[in-house]
């Protein structure tokens, strides 16, 4: 293989690369960030508007788990599994200028809530039917008892947080 051809081949290898590569942490946080432009309306108008932007999430649906078989039961534990879904809250940031009324230095009011990791579980269903299992005293035969039901109740957990602050431009 000639030298310019191996030159040809790395760079377009090393070009893919750096493109999974500034891929890779928005798939990877979760999120997809959401710029909100302004700046059409800040030239037009000739005024210093907010910057707002925000984050959008991504959902994951995670694999259920396996069936449970319980003794004494026909069906499994968990009829209707639970599905784990992994996301986050969205997020938002916005920056305001300001006039120079709070003191020498702070230019602008900034305001973020990050994106927060949020962790979910989806309803499910448990049931047992109305007969046991085969019963040797009995000739093998089942036996009738009462029917359960129970629905697995849905989780949610986050720990949502933000910040408020002013700083110079």
């Known amino acids: 293989m000639k030298s310019t051809t191996r030159t040809l081949a790395v760079a377009v290898l090393t070009g893919v690369a750096a493109a999974v590569g500034a891929a890779a942490p928005a798939v990877a946080a979760g999120t997809v960030p959401v ?3 302004l700046d059409g309306v800040e ?3 000739n005024v210093s508007l907010p910057k ?3 984050e959008l999430p991504v959902l994951t649906p995670g694999v259920p788990e396996g069936p449970r078989y319980v003794e004494g039961q026909m069906l499994p534990a968990s009829t209707l599994p639970q599905v784990p879904m992994g996301a986050a809250l969205p997020g938002l940031s916005a920056e305001a200028p300001l006039p120079q009324v709070v003191g020498k230095g702070f230019d602008e009011a900034r305001g973020s809530v990050p994106a927060a990791d ?4 989806t309803p499910g269903l448990s049931v047992d039917t109305p007969l046991t ?9 089942p036996m009738l008892k009462e029917p359960r039901a129970a629905v697995l109740t849905p989780l949610l957990q986050t720990a949502p947080t933000g910040v408020l602050g002013l700083g110079s431009m």
């Not at 949020?118 to 579980?121: A, D, E, K, M, Y």
């Not at 299992?133 to 035969?141: D, I, T």
């Open 35 to 37: 710029p909100v432009p």
């Open 43 to 45: 030239k037009s108008l």
């Open 52 to 54: 707002v932007g925000g």
């Open 118 to 121: 949020l962790r979910t579980l």
């Open 133 to 141: 299992a085969p019963n040797s005293e009995v000739f093998g035969l």
